[in-house]
């Protein structure tokens, strides 16, 4: 792929312009949720540097999987049955360790038809980043509860959920998740950065972002809402990603952030606005979002991370080289070999 000179414009550091990570128009309903996460996926893909032909994006069914045709139409891509994206992801993994991972999907997609697919994709640590576009309710088919629906939330026409709903974060802290993050739809300045972190994570990397949906999950007695998310988000702590590309230097008060160095050398800073909070600490965070979820409120931000767990390609000693790469003659025992291993039967 050809690169523009720096001094003719704004390039990144594989040598793109931003307009290189856009996608086709959105053919969602104006003002969806979804819609602001792609904005905000191609501000962090630009800015991460990520190279379109490593990028495989992968996504099930539902509003939410539609969102990969909206971002680097020059990527691979797959849209695989309802609830089947974590396997494709698999073997798309398996086959070419140098892919690059992203995983779209919903609350249907993940919490309900697909929720084996995603336990199991979280338990074996697929390296990808997965993120769960969550609004509570079924966009396709005139907005019914979805799984992560809160409990007494109603639907836009007067029904009250009477189901308890599930916990996408919790569930993936559970099953061993080795990065697992909250955010909103609206809030580009929490999610961008969290979406760079996610990047350079070695593991299943979850990120459950709250996104409204305009059309049926928008209304007083929605817990999914704008206005009730504003209302009720609780930042675990301000959020900042940067590249190592080149030292950056900082200066903050003693006490003030937490620095996680990932498998790559980047790092996230943790800006804490709760002093006892500690992203490493799994039952911390199963207890966090236990307390926000019986008290109503949100909780945002990384709720916990572990970077020194091995991910499904090292725990099956995968070569470094790409599978889709080798030829017969690796693959295929010669008949020689074949003969002696049978010889060795006998």
Request: proline share 0%; glycine share 14%.
């Given at each position: 792929m050809d690169t523009i000179p720096k001094s003719s414009v704004n390039v990144n550091a594989s040598g793109l312009t931003r307009d290189v990570y856009k996608g086709s128009p959105s053919t969602l309903c104006a003002g969806c949720g979804h819609n602001s996460i792609t904005n905000h996926l191609i501000k962090a893909l630009y800015e991460y540097g990520i190279e379109p032909h490593l990028l495989a994006k992968m996504?099930?069914?539902?509003?939410?999987?539609k969102t990969p045709a909206y971002f680097v139409e020059r990527a691979h891509g797959y849209n695989g049955l309802h609830g089947r994206m974590p396997?494709?992801?698999?073997?798309?993994?398996l086959a070419n360790r140098e892919l690059f991972l992203l995983g779209i999907s919903g609350d249907g997609d993940t919490a309900s038809i697909g929720l084996g697919q995603y336990c199991h994709l979280i338990r074996r640590n697929l390296d990808c980043t997965y993120i769960v576009e969550d609004n509570g309710c079924y966009g396709l088919t005139k907005g019914q509860f979805s799984a992560t629906a809160d409990l007494g939330s109603v639907l836009k026409r007067g029904q009250v959920n009477e189901f308890e709903m599930i916990d996408l974060c919790g569930l993936a802290i559970e099953l061993g998740a080795t990065f697992v993050a909250r955010s909103f739809s609206g809030d580009g300045k929490q999610l961008v950065p969290l979406l760079q972190a996610a990047f350079s994570h070695r593991g299943a990397a979850i990120l459950d972002v709250i996104s409204p949906c305009v059309t049926f999950n928008d209304h007083e007695g929605s817990?999914?809402?704008?206005?009730?998310?504003?209302d009720h988000e609780v930042p675990l702590h301000g959020t900042d990603y940067f590249a190592p590309r080149a030292e950056i230097v900082v200066d903050y008060e003693p006490g003030t952030v937490r620095e996680i160095t990932l498998e790559d050398g980047a790092h996230i800073m943790l800006r804490k606005l709760h002093d006892d909070y500690d992203p490493t600490d799994r039952i911390q965070a199963l207890r966090t979002l236990h307390d926000a979820r019986t008290q109503g409120e949100l909780v945002t931000g990384l709720l916990y991370v572990d970077t020194g767990a091995s991910d499904l390609c090292e725990r099956e000693r995968m070569p470094r080289a790409p599978l889709a790469a080798f030829g017969e003659d690796d693959l295929r025992i010669s008949r020689d070999d074949w003969s002696t291993l049978m010889a060795s039967f006998g």
């Open positions: 996504s099930g069914i539902g509003c939410s999987s396997s494709a992801a698999t073997g798309a993994k817990t999914k809402s704008y206005a009730y998310v504003k």
